[in-house]
């Protein structure tokens, strides 16, 4: 079965650099979320969408903007990196109604 | 503020014994739990849930239980395999498709 696919797997950027990860939710599922997992860190919300419209959000920076499309494929936009922002960034999809969300395989993103 | 403790960092059991693992939650809104087991640079995998109209769920070797007056749920699976080693993050919402608060997971480790 198709699973959330998120790209790029991994990316390094640096310091003051802008970055794009993309995220493609499993088919028919209408709701995309984003979460950031530091190092020895559990996952922290950071906004999520629903029918292309943002639906709920978390911790998420101000230099971070994200966006879902028509096709429900999300982009999750980092601009002014810092070094703390490295860290395993997973979008997870869901149909509302079902039970669970389901994560993609992340993108580690390396600020250095 | 972490509204959702998983107080025991690691776990370590026997192959064939059965692994408890704890969770406990401070919101009183929350009425749906999640389990996801997580391999290292992989994303969590979403294991088995539980709405707050039920005390128990069961999945094969898997087991939750919810404990909604103590706020606290747990996840038995028995029989233990050593394939079962992984971190385990147990995660809360308000209502199924909405954003999902995470612990900071428990490392369980199963010994031949």
């Known amino acids: 079965a198709a699973g959330v696919i998120q790209s790029p797997r991994h990316l390094i950027k640096e310091k003051r650099e802008t970055a794009t990860l993309k995220c493609y939710p499993i088919?028919?599922?209408?709701?995309v979320y984003w979460y950031q997992q530091g190092p020895g860190q559990d996952p922290q919300f950071l906004i999520s969408f629903y029918e292309k419209m943002q639906s709920d959000k978390g911790s998420i920076p101000d230099r971070f903007s994200a966006q879902q499309f028509s096709d429900y494929h999300s982009e999750l936009n980092m601009s002014s990196l810092e070094l703390g922002d490295s860290a395993l960034y997973f979008c997870?999809?869901?149909?509302?109604?079902?039970?669970?969300?389901?994560f993609g395989q992340g993108t580690r993103l390396t600020v250095v | 503020d972490q509204q959702v403790k998983q107080n025991s960092p690691s776990l370590s059991v026997q192959e064939g014994r059965i692994s408890i693992l704890n969770c406990d939650y401070t919101?009183?809104?929350?009425?749906?739990f999640l389990w996801y087991k997580k391999y290292p640079a992989e994303g969590p995998t979403f294991l088995i849930s539980?709405?707050?109209?039920?005390d128990k769920n069961e999945d094969g070797r898997f087991t939750v239980f919810l404990n909604k007056s103590a706020k606290h749920l747990s996840l038995h699976i028995v029989p233990s395999q050593p394939g079962d080693s992984a971190v385990y993050f147990c995660a809360a919402s308000v209502n199924s498709g909405y954003a999902l608060n995470f612990g900071k997971g428990t490392s369980l480790l199963v010994t031949p």
């Open positions: 997870a999809s869901s149909s509302m109604g079902h039970s669970g969300a389901f």
């Open positions: 919101n009183s809104m929350f009425d749906y």
């Open positions: 088919p028919r599922h209408d709701t």
């Open positions: 539980i709405s707050s109209i039920k």
